[in-house]
């Protein structure tokens, strides 16, 4: 069997443990996008931290969260952000997020069949403030990439990606897309074995990236 | 299991009709049994020449980009459309170039050549070997089924609209019998001097 297809499988499952537990959530709107991660820090069974942040804002309008290896993560997100961030310099022109998307897309697929691959998740949020659209696309750390009106990483896949199935439209206010942001995380707090330490919401719009206040204090009923 | 061509999921398949072609694919993306996107094409316009690819979605993506590369500057070097039979040869040496760490791809060629005006349609192994075939290719998670639901309607010299119902009618059926493929698809039928795409909703679970 070729080298690079055993390179595959064992990262498959590799990532499939500790990682999993690091949840990224991700939502569109009618004029913005909503990025979520949880803030635990983890390694094994142990929260070294619990109020990481697992974002790193690309250029003004495109946010990106990340969840993976411990320093694959933040090295390669301080890679991509500081590349973004020269070509804004350079050509005093923002990159929009398609194609902030594809640039990532393509280092990380770059990256996939070299010695040592980045196992790096993503979510790449944004709003276009020419075409006025909010944008989202998933990737994960085989560089594959899907634009999409909501999006998770993680356990959060499993747990919320039926809830955002029912509940979201492309066309709701950002109050309601903080509604069923909030439904996710409950249900994540509800249903997980351990404490991710609440989440960290930012919003992308045509103000640029913000943070939101995220009170995961109170104790979710269990079912 | 998880072998890197059914990671993701996904079908595709060329037929050949009375002086036109069809292609078509299916539109899910999965991690494994997890279906991450209902809105994934398969296939890609290069000028006249449509290439279907299936396979490892990462591996889709770098190679449909390195196409459009690579006909882009032959288009450049050339000043014409690049033809099915010579993208054939360049889709075929591209991937023996890797031929000891591949692109895990089955890729699909269908088109017609402007100059002959005949339809053409192949098939590609992932590292390039080229199957020639006169009635239909399939390629993707759901090929054996699509086989059999081939095997089974194509018949020699139907017009479009035939053509159409035929392609339509064996990927919807193919991809209902497999897990990793479905979720609406992408039917492109090819004539002389007009190209149709339609998006069929298919079944969405």
């Not at chain 2, 690819?53 to 690049?82: C, H, P, S, W």
């Not at chain 2, 119902?165 to 001097?193: M, P």
Request: proline fraction near 4%; charged fraction near 20%.
């Amino acid at each position: 069997m070729p080298r690079i297809l055993l390179n595959l499988i064992v990262h498959h499952l590799h990532l499939s443990s500790a990682s999993k537990m690091e949840n990224l959530l991700g939502l569109t709107g009618k004029d913005f996008t909503i990025v979520a991660a949880s803030k635990a820090a983890m390694r094994g069974a142990t929260i070294l931290k619990a109020s990481d942040d697992k974002t790193r804002s690309l250029n003004k309008n495109t946010l990106m969260a990340f969840s993976g290896e411990a320093g694959d993560t933040v090295h390669f997100a301080e890679f991509v952000q500081a590349n973004i961030q020269l070509y804004s310099m350079r050509n005093d022109t923002e990159l929009g997020p398609p194609a902030v998307a594809s640039f990532v897309r393509g280092e990380l697929a770059r990256s996939l069949r070299s010695k040592k691959p980045y196992t790096v998740n993503l979510l790449l949020g944004g709003y276009d403030p020419i075409t006025k659209k909010p944008h989202l696309f998933w990737l994960d750390y085989l560089a594959s990439v899907a634009p999409l009106p909501y999006a998770a990483h993680g356990y959060a896949q499993y747990y919320c990606l039926s809830i955002l199935d029912k509940h979201h439209h492309p066309d709701i206010e950002l109050e309601q897309g903080l509604k069923i942001l909030r439904m996710c995380t409950d249900e994540l707090q509800r249903r997980l074995p351990i404490d991710f330490k609440g989440m960290l919401v930012k919003v992308i719009d045509k103000d640029g990236v913000r943070e939101i206040d995220w009170d995961s204090s109170k104790a979710v009923k269990s079912a | 299991m998880s072998s890197p061509f059914s990671i993701n999921g996904g079908a595709c398949v060329a037929m050949v009709g009375k002086d036109c072609v069809a292609i078509a694919c299916d539109l899910r993306l999965g991690l494994q049994s997890l279906t991450v996107s209902n809105n994934f094409p398969k296939i890609f316009p290069y000028g006249d020449v449509y290439l279907g690819l299936t396979g490892l979605a990462t591996d889709v993506t770098t190679v449909a980009d390195l196409f459009r590369y690579k006909v882009n500057m032959y288009r450049l070097r050339e000043e014409r459309q690049i033809s099915p039979q010579t993208m054939a040869n360049l889709v075929s040496t591209s991937l023996y170039e890797k031929r000891f760490g591949p692109y895990f791809v089955s890729p699909v060629i269908a088109g017609i050549n402007h100059t002959t005006g005949k339809p053409f349609i192949c098939g590609f192994d992932s590292i390039g070997c080229i199957d020639f075939a006169k009635d239909f290719i399939v390629s993707g998670t759901a090929s054996d089924q699509l086989f059999g639901t081939c095997e089974g309607l194509w018949e020699p010299d139907m017009e479009p609209e035939d053509l159409f119902e035929t392609i339509s009618q064996a990927l919807l059926n193919a991809v209902d019998r497999d897990a990793l493929s479905g979720w609406g698809a992408y039917v492109y039928v090819i004539e002389k001097d007009k190209v149709t795409k339609r998006l069929l909703k298919g079944r969405q679970d």
